[in-house]
């Protein structure tokens, strides 16, 4: 299926059933940073499901679709969906609770997004296919290179858009609009991250260590004053600084040489963004933060096993030796331990300097 043919035809569809569809959110937005987005999101001003029922029974394609959120997802390959959604406006009972869901107009939908930069819609009906509609000031804000919310309890409502925000900030290079950024240090001094569950912690954290230098993101995260609020005991440190730029390396070099494999390189930053703290604290925190069970499991292993292993090759010399070690573990693991391998004392050097967080 070509992708852009199958868009065109579901906008046909859309308009066939009496929905207007649109394309929303960061693919738009990569489109005009000229960035690469494969990630599809179709809004409809109507019922998504009815439109999901009609993809499925034209196309014979898989089709999911979730009633409480009024969302669901087509999917074109094993690995590759497009998402389709009901457009909706979000209320909110609480700061970090997860919000309350009513159909609405495309315009009141976009209202409820982070950024404006994620605001733009892309008409995909056949009359007016192509068709921007920038309701917010998205398309100047991506020109001005700037972060900027929509509205000032934007941090309040959903506080993991604070860490969204630094994500997006490092990715684009872009810097915070004067107001995003006082909202943002206000939402901090209120401690909002400390209401949020968990796993929408955990989520967020993975997001920032799947970016291509997630130490940029770390470093701000810190100066800003954040990471002391996602747990008093995470601090920040050169020597932390010095794993994850070594991490950085031997995931390119990893990305390159095994393009093929499947890797999770989230897992040897979640490792590297805990080590420097007892074991035991640093599996308190991936419980609170409801980390899935398998990427848990990894996690612990590097936790228990990475130092020993790297002592255990720095002892032997034969190839067949090395192979022997290290066959029944995962790259996941493999990653951080090489880079353990790389320093003369392992990775909790006694003596490493910690820096004192802002405000401490």
Do not use: C
Not at 19 to 46: M, S, T
Request: aromatic share 12%; charged share 30%; no cysteine.
């Amino acid at each position: 299926i070509y992708l852009l043919d199958f868009i065109k035809k579901i906008g046909k569809l859309a308009k066939d059933l009496g929905l207007k569809p649109y394309i929303v959110g960061g693919f738009v937005r990569d489109l005009f940073l000229d960035r690469e987005n494969f990630d599809i999101d179709i809004v409809v001003e109507g019922d998504a499901k009815l439109l999901l029922k009609k993809i499925k029974e034209t196309f014979k394609l898989k089709t999911q679709f979730s009633p409480g959120f009024k969302s669901g997802k087509v999917f074109l390959s094993p690995n590759f969906h497009i998402d389709i959604n009901t457009a909706r406006a979000e209320y909110y009972n609480k700061a970090g609770a997860l919000p309350k869901i009513e159909p609405a107009s495309l315009k009141k939908d976009l209202y409820r997004r982070d950024f404006t930069i994620n605001t733009l819609a892309v008409d995909i009906s056949p009359d007016n296919f192509g068709f921007l509609l920038d309701f917010f000031g998205g398309l100047e804000d991506i020109k001005e290179k700037k972060i900027r919310v929509l509205h000032s309890l934007s941090f309040i409502e959903d506080p993991t858009r604070i860490l969204r925000a630094f994500r997006f900030l490092v990715r684009y290079r872009f810097e915070f609009g004067k107001q995003t950024e006082y909202l943002i240090k206000q939402a901090i001094s209120l401690n909002v991250l400390e209401k949020v569950e968990g796993r929408r912690i955990y989520h967020e954290l993975k997001m920032i260590f799947l970016e291509n230098n997630p130490l940029r993101v770390i470093r701000r995260l810190y100066e800003y004053g954040v990471l002391k609020e996602l747990h008093p005991d995470i601090n920040f440190s050169e020597g932390k600084a010095k794993l994850f730029e070594n991490l950085r390396k031997m995931i390119i070099w990893h990305k390159i040489t095994f393009s093929n494999e499947k890797v999770d390189y989230s897992i040897p930053y979640f490792a590297a963004f805990l080590w420097n703290m007892p074991f035991e604290k640093a599996k308190e925190i991936l419980v609170k933060w409801a980390a899935p069970e398998n990427e848990k499991k990894l996690i612990f292993q590097i936790f228990d096993e990475a130092i020993k292993v790297a002592k255990l090759l720095s002892k032997v010399n034969k190839n067949s030796e090395i192979y022997n070690i290290l066959k029944n573990y995962p790259p996941e693991f493999l990653l951080p331990t090489t880079v353990a391998g790389i320093s003369a004392t392992g990775l909790r050097s006694s003596d490493e300097k910690t820096l004192t967080p802002p405000g401490s």
